[in-house]
């Protein structure tokens, strides 16, 4: 089955200490994504992917960090996590530039962080 | 830089009825305008999209347009169900940033 996944669903952490949200698509996607998801904010991209080893900063990025050393998995760090990150978080994917249907966005189910 | 609106915020209509949910954007320079929806607690399902090139596009009991130069996208429900209540969201891939910018939502609920 086609799929984005995310690791951990539900996180509680403390100010501080690091963590790391998984993200890793089995559709052979070259662009992938994070979003956060806020009340009365709406959905901001954090960063994307545009292929393997390519990155870059979307509309709210401080705070966080990426990587892309494989073309299915797409890592959230959060370094030192503060309380204005908890949120709910989104992966997604998609196939960009192979035919117009391949720019559809997949999503993966969220990870909702809580930082204390 | 890119801003999305959708209007109206919240939107409530009794079963059977047809109805038209409206984005609108800033920066007609984008790749392609996508429609999703949400449940309660879940990700983003995608329902249609359109190409910058394109007018609009059908599915089933929705019909997405988009008038690029103008800056706006409709979509449209017929027959409204219960199981189509939810949150509509649509979003625009920015043309040469590939950024992904996404409106705040129309919150749907079809009275049975």
């Known amino acids: 089955e086609a799929q984005v996944t995310q690791n951990p669903r539900y996180l509680i952490t403390v100010t501080g200490k690091k963590l790391t949200v998984t993200c890793s698509q089995n559709?052979?996607?070259?662009?992938m994504s994070w979003y956060r998801q806020d009340p009365g904010l709406g959905l901001r991209q954090i960063y994307y992917?545009?292929?393997?080893?390519?990155?870059d900063k979307g509309d709210v990025p401080e705070g966080y960090k990426v990587s892309r050393k494989e073309k299915r998995n797409f890592p959230l760090i959060l370094e030192s996590p503060s309380p204005n990150q908890t949120s709910l978080y989104f992966c997604?994917?998609?196939?960009?530039?192979?035919?117009?249907?391949?720019?559809?966005?997949?999503f993966g189910p969220g990870t909702r962080l809580t930082v204390l | 830089k890119q801003e999305v609106t959708q209007i109206p915020a919240a939107l409530s209509v009794p079963e059977g009825e047809n109805l038209v949910l409206n984005c609108s954007f800033t920066?007609?320079?984008?790749?392609?305008l996508q429609w999703f929806r949400q449940d309660p607690g879940k990700g983003l399902t995608s329902l249609l999209l359109?190409?910058?090139?394109?007018r609009e596009q059908t599915s089933g009991r929705l019909n997405a347009s988009l008038d690029k130069s103008s800056g706006r996208s409709t979509l449209y429900i017929a027959a409204s169900q219960p199981g189509d209540s939810a949150t509509y969201l649509c979003?625009?891939?920015?043309?040469?940033?590939?950024?992904?910018?996404f409106g705040k939502g129309t919150k749907l609920t079809v009275n049975p």
């Open positions: 920066d007609s320079a984008i790749y392609n």
């Open positions: 997604a994917s998609s196939a960009r530039f192979q035919g117009d249907e391949a720019d559809t966005q997949y």
């Open positions: 559709m052979n996607h070259e662009y």
């Open positions: 359109i190409q910058s090139s394109q």
């Open positions: 992917s545009m292929n393997v080893e390519v990155t």
């Open positions: 979003a625009v891939l920015q043309g040469g940033s590939e950024k992904l910018v």
